[in-house]
């Protein structure tokens, strides 16, 4: 690649991971963040930690919307720091202002990992562990149809059906670095 061609394509100095529960956002971002050098924060511990409150006791007692609120606080704090890769909660893109400052703030690279609904709702029942939300699977159904047009409103797309984390992680590296320009800090 010239080097013109790397000074027109843009930084990433944070890479989002978006998508529906049981998409690996968390194990694909820790593997990501190790081969990167960079940090791997998820987003739902940065709120419980800022808050000193557990998601469910935000949800129980201040309600969605409140829980949204920090949601986006959290996205905006993080919005400075670097070379930090971010597992996002499956209903963050919901809310269009966290969605907004998601996808067109500076070095945000907000990729989604797509699988179908069955196979998504497989990888929530591994050893016996279900799932709460996974009781009303008309309501859970619904609620993925509601998310899908804006996790499609990522930067990137990877399929991540059939594959393994690793896989799933090279596969975004690889998918990231033909638009962006990603850097591995040296060791």
């Not at 027109?8 to 968390?26: C, H, N, P, W, Y």
């Not at 996205?75 to 969605?99: F, K, M, N, P, Y």
């Not at 996974?134 to 159904?141: G, I, M, T, Y």
Request: proline content about 3%.
């Amino acid at each position: 690649m010239s080097k013109r061609a790397q000074e027109e394509m843009q930084r990433v100095s944070r890479l989002i991971l978006t998508g529906f529960m049981g998409a690996g956002k968390s194990t694909v971002g820790a593997i990501l963040a190790r081969d990167l050098g960079w940090r791997f924060l998820d987003l739902d511990q940065v709120i419980e930690t800022n808050t000193h409150r557990a998601i469910a006791e935000i949800f129980r007692d201040d309600g969605e919307a409140e829980f949204r609120r920090l949601e986006r606080q959290a996205v905006q704090q993080l919005s400075h720091d670097e070379e930090i890769v971010l597992a996002l909660g499956g209903g963050t893109v919901e809310d269009d202002s966290t969605r907004s400052l998601l996808i067109d703030s500076p070095g945000n690279c907000l990729v989604f990992l797509h699988a179908e609904l069955a196979d998504l709702l497989a990888r929530c029942t591994v050893e016996g562990n279900v799932r709460p939300l996974l009781a009303a699977p008309e309501a859970l159904e619904a609620r993925h149809t509601l998310r899908l047009p804006h996790y499609r409103a990522a930067h990137v797309t990877v399929t991540t059906t059939g594959l393994s984390p690793r896989e799933v992680a090279d596969r975004v590296l690889a998918d990231v670095s033909m638009q962006w320009l990603i850097e591995r800090r040296t060791r």
